[in-house]
Every structure is written in C-alpha cells, then in structure tokens.
C-alpha cells in the first residue's frame, strides 16, 4: 500500500510527505505494516527507542516535560477525588456491577477495529498495546474473555462490571472550556444475550439509570434527568425507545425521560444513546452518556450477544 492510499488528515498528510522525502523511501508505511511481523516490528521500535534515549539528557527530559501536555498531573484534588471513586464503586457494586481495576493498557486497537473511533486520537505504544483512552471497551474486551473462555456466562446471567480509569486521548480542542488530554471517568457495561422482546434492554437500560440515581442523590443530593435519541442497528428503534419510556413509567422510577431527535448517521451506538443531565449548586452539567453496542458481537462472533455502556466524568464535579 502506498502513502498516498491512506486517508489522513491533511497536516498528517503533509508531515508523512515530508518524511517520505527525507528518507527517501516510498513505501516505508507499506514495509513497516505489512512487510514485517508485529513481533519484529515491535524489536525494531524498541530499539529506536533505546537509541533516542541514549542521546537524550536530563534537560532534554524536563523540556519534553513541560512541553507535552498528555504528562502533567489533574487539576483535581487528589483525596477527594479517591473519596469519591470509593463511593461511587461501592454505589455500584450495591447494584450488583462489581468494580475491576483495570491496566493502564489495552490491546492496540482496542476501540478503533470494533467502534467507529480514528487510531490517531489514541495515543498508541510499543508491545502491541495503547493507552487506555474508553475503559468500556477494555471491560467489553475482558467480558468477552470471560464469555469465550467459559469463566462467566452471558445466557445464564447478566455481567455486570464498573471500574473508574483516568483516560487519555490525542485529540487537541486548543483552550475549549472542559477538554482536558486526560481524565477520570465511572464506567459500566452491562452483557447478556438477547431475550426477545428488549428484555435485556429494557432491564439494563434502567439498571444503568438506577446507578446514577443513586450517585447523584446520596453524594450531591440532586437529581437527574435522561435524554433519549434513537440510533440505527435495531430494525425497530422507536419502538425500543417507547418501551423504555413505558417500562419505567410502569415501575414509577422516578427519572423524567426526553426523547430527542434521532441520530442514525451516529454509527457509535446502536438502538439508542442517552445522556445523563444534572444539576449540582445551581450549574447543569451534561455529565455522561451511554448506549448499546455490538462489540461483544464482534468480538465472540455472535448476533444474540447484548451489551451496554454508559460512564459519567468526575473531574467536572469538582
């Protein structure tokens, strides 16, 4: 495959030219993906590595320090932070999603091969793994291990899991208010398989929003509200999107619910999305969202697989 062949922003076009051109190697993409293993490829990156970094002092460090803006610690306070992880884990292992604490790493490809999300705004690295940048979809990924490797079973039960991660991602929103290089989030998912009606949909969805419920009223003493919007990937998504409404009015969860207009170009989700909205000392925050997906699909090859997602940011509660 040659350069030209790849779809590529046009600065990263331009920056792929230009090293074309100065190693005067054409194919250099082609041979360094295709032409060797991902072994081989990963003993020649580590030693690109050690060379740099026998060239480098310990001024160059600090200047490679100041000058990046993935490495620089949150402007959280840190104990606080901790307190109120443990809370939430402890909210959502009450409701029956246990924590796990998750690696700082994940299998390289992670989100980009089984969702709609651009390897470039993840920040990857050597042995085959990237910087966690969605724990959802480790948790898919550590859910579908389980499932394949006959440790837990979707068909008997739901798996339910939770975990808090600081997240990284590459992306750069120059100063836009709220947009941080990296961050801490509460993550859920939920797995079953597919029980006809929206069975597991309706029941998973609601287990989510009960969790946050919970969060909000014991730790800030506020309530919250949920936006819907429906997306492609279920043949019937409006009516998935009545039942949830019916399924909660017919159990009086006291949760207002609002319908907004459908995304179905939004490949993301798959039958819906939801927002999760709050108010805490008189500022409304869009706190998080969530959704189904077919990731486990993917991953265990199977169309009865259901999962769904949601997390919430807690550097924004602060």
């Given at each position: 495959m040659k350069v030209s062949e790849y779809a590529m922003s046009s600065d990263g076009q331009k920056n792929l030219d230009r090293i074309v051109r100065e190693l005067g190697v054409d194919d250099i993409v082609s041979l360094l993906s295709e032409r060797i293993s991902g072994a081989d490829l990963n003993s020649l990156l580590l030693e690109v590595y050690k060379e740099k970094i026998s060239r480098s002092s310990p001024g160059g460090l600090i200047k490679r320090y100041e000058g990046n803006r993935f490495v620089h610690p949150a402007a959280v306070d840190s104990i606080q932070l901790k307190e109120l992880e443990l809370d939430i884990l402890r909210i959502a292992r009450s409701h029956l999603a246990m924590p796990v604490q998750l690696s700082p790493v994940a299998p390289l490809g992670s989100c980009s091969i089984v969702a709609t999300v651009d390897q470039n705004k993840?920040?990857?690295?050597?042995?085959?793994?990237?910087?966690?940048?969605?724990?959802?979809?480790?948790?898919?990924?550590?859910?579908?291990?389980?499932?394949?490797?006959?440790?837990?079973?979707?068909?008997?039960?739901?798996?339910?899991?939770?975990?808090?991660?600081?997240?990284?991602?590459?992306?750069?929103?120059?100063?836009?208010?709220?947009?941080?290089?990296?961050?801490?989030?509460?993550?859920?998912?939920?797995?079953?398989?597919?029980?006809?009606?929206?069975?597991?949909?309706?029941?998973?969805?609601?287990?989510?929003?009960?969790?946050?419920?919970?969060?909000?009223?014991?730790?800030?003493?506020?309530?919250?509200?949920?936006?819907?919007?429906?997306?492609?990937?279920?043949?019937?998504?409006?009516?998935?999107?009545?039942?949830?409404?019916?399924y909660g009015e017919e159990r009086s969860i006291n949760v207002p619910l609002s319908i907004k207009a459908p995304n179905n170009e939004n490949q993301y989700y798959k039958g819906l999305q939801f927002t999760i909205v709050t108010n805490i000392n008189g500022r409304e925050h869009y706190i998080g969202d969530g959704g189904f997906v077919d990731w486990t699909q993917q991953l265990l090859g199977s169309k009865k697989e259901r999962l769904i997602i949601s997390a919430i940011g807690l550097d924004r509660l602060f």
């Open positions: 993840i920040i990857s690295a050597n042995r085959g793994t990237e910087v966690v940048s969605d724990a959802t979809n480790l948790l898919a990924l550590h859910i579908s291990y389980l499932i394949k490797s006959r440790k837990m079973k979707s068909r008997d039960d739901f798996i339910r899991l939770s975990t808090t991660h600081r997240h990284i991602r590459a992306q750069y929103f120059g100063n836009a208010p709220g947009m941080l290089p990296h961050f801490h989030l509460f993550c859920m998912v939920t797995a079953g398989t597919d029980q006809g009606s929206y069975r597991f949909e309706l029941k998973a969805f609601w287990e989510h929003i009960k969790v946050y419920q919970e969060i909000f009223r014991s730790l800030f003493r506020s309530d919250i509200e949920v936006f819907l919007s429906g997306r492609g990937g279920y043949k019937d998504s409006d009516g998935l999107l009545q039942r949830i409404v019916q």
